[in-house]
């Protein structure tokens, strides 16, 4: 089973900028997509953007296209998520996954399976006004 490791995060004023990566800890990320996925408590877990396994494709939620960028760095087993001209709405724990069922194209997110095989350990974004 694929370890995700996430790192970055932390809290910044509104407008402001933070990256998030996502390190793969057994196998290069190159094999399958990778998603991102915010969630807030008490609330369910949303998609925010996916990027395809050669890096191909890319896709983003409409709360944030335009100010997120999901990009791999192949050579680190990476994926990193910038996110920029943050707000107060996009304070959430933050969670990268990756499943070999897990597809992304310009039109978004296809999961052939209803689990994901790997987690991240979740990073927290917090957006102060």
């Known amino acids: 089973q694929v370890q995700l490791v996430e790192s970055g995060g932390g809290s910044v004023q509104s407008g402001g900028s933070l990256k998030l990566s996502c390190t793969a800890s057994?196998?290069?990320?190159?094999?399958?997509?990778v998603g991102w996925f915010r969630q807030v408590p008490g609330k369910a877990r949303e998609r925010v953007a996916c990027?395809?396994?050669?890096?191909?494709?890319?896709y983003y939620e409409e709360s944030v296209k335009g100010r997120f960028t999901i990009s791999k760095v192949s050579s680190k087993h990476t994926e990193l998520l910038e996110m920029n001209n943050l707000k107060g709405d996009d304070t959430a724990t933050y969670y990268c996954?990756?499943?070999?069922?897990?597809?992304?194209?310009?039109?978004?997110?296809?999961?052939?399976?209803?689990?994901?095989?790997?987690w991240g350990q979740g990073a927290q974004v917090t957006v102060s006004s």
């Open positions: 996954a990756t499943d070999p069922g897990l597809m992304c194209t310009t039109r978004g997110f296809h999961h052939t399976r209803t689990e994901f095989a790997s």
């Open positions: 057994s196998f290069s990320l190159d094999r399958y997509a």
């Open positions: 990027i395809s396994a050669n890096a191909g494709a890319t």
